[in-house]
């Protein structure tokens, strides 16, 4: 399944929907924050229009989340 090209407010409302919570902004890139029973996630997402795909893929690899399990948060 190939990766859409998103923006950074597509992604955050979809890691939103996951129980990711923006924790800072810095410069042009946003820190999303996530605390499960046995892990931390913290994930960071360039402010940009467009992000690459292969920048998408190192997003999900940091939330530990498959590219089905974010399809269906986008698609919501």
């Known amino acids: 399944m ?3 090209v998103l923006s950074a407010k597509e992604i955050t409302k979809a ?3 996951d129980g990711f919570r923006i924790i800072r ?7 999303l924050y996530k605390k499960s029973d046995d892990k931390t996630y913290l994930v960071v997402v360039p402010d ?3 992000v690459k ?3 998408l893929l190192s ?4 939330a530990g989340m498959s590219r089905e399990q974010f399809f269906e948060l986008v698609k919501k």
């Open 25 to 31: 902004q810095k410069g042009s890139h946003i820190s």
């Open 53 to 55: 795909r292969g920048t």
């Open 48 to 50: 940009k229009k467009e």
């Open 15 to 17: 890691l939103n929907k």
């Open 2 to 4: 190939k990766l859409p």
């Open 59 to 62: 997003i999900l690899k940091q």
